[in-house]
């Protein structure tokens, strides 16, 4: 039978899985700006290779002269503290993290004319406080 401890152990296990989020194109959950230049080279790399490497985009556009860009998005989100002190939560919670965006731009001829990949922080807050 099961005592006190592992009762606690099982609940901080949760909490600490409860905590975390991702979500978007896995793909390029750990690519860096040098790592897709590696793999991206503009002038050469057509459209079916982008999709090889990194699946179908979240997002196509379609410019006025036939041209076509793709966006992929990734997101690590971390619960706050604050989320689990009861009370506390109902006045200010969320969750913090990291935004990784490429996007990618094709020629008529279905060639990268270009791409762009950024990362940022990002921060969700809910709560009768929030920033």
């Given at each position: ?6 009762v606690?152990?099982?609940l901080?296990?949760?909490?600490v899985?409860?905590?975390?989020a991702?979500?978007g ?5 750990d690519?860096?700006?040098?790592t ?6 503009k ?5 079916t290779?982008?999709?090889?490497l ?6 196509t556009?379609f410019?006025s002269?036939?041209n ?13 503290p604050?989320?689990f ?16 965006s490429?996007?990618?731009f ?8 270009d791409y ?16």
């Amino acid at each position: 039978m099961a005592g006190p401890p592992s009762v606690t152990i099982a609940l901080l296990i949760s909490l600490v899985l409860a905590g975390c989020a991702s979500s978007g194109n896995e793909s390029i959950a750990d690519a860096t700006g040098e790592t897709v230049s590696s793999q991206i080279v503009k002038g050469r790399t057509r459209q079916t290779d982008v999709r090889r490497l990194y699946g179908d985009p979240m997002k196509t556009s379609f410019a006025s002269n036939g041209n076509e860009s793709w966006e992929y998005e990734f997101s690590r989100m971390q619960s706050k503290p604050t989320n689990f002190i009861p009370y506390v939560n109902l006045v200010h919670s969320g969750a913090e993290g990291d935004k990784k965006s490429l996007v990618v731009f094709f020629d008529k001829q279905k060639i990268v004319q270009d791409y762009t990949m950024s990362t940022s922080k990002v921060e969700v807050s809910r709560g009768l406080i929030t920033r």
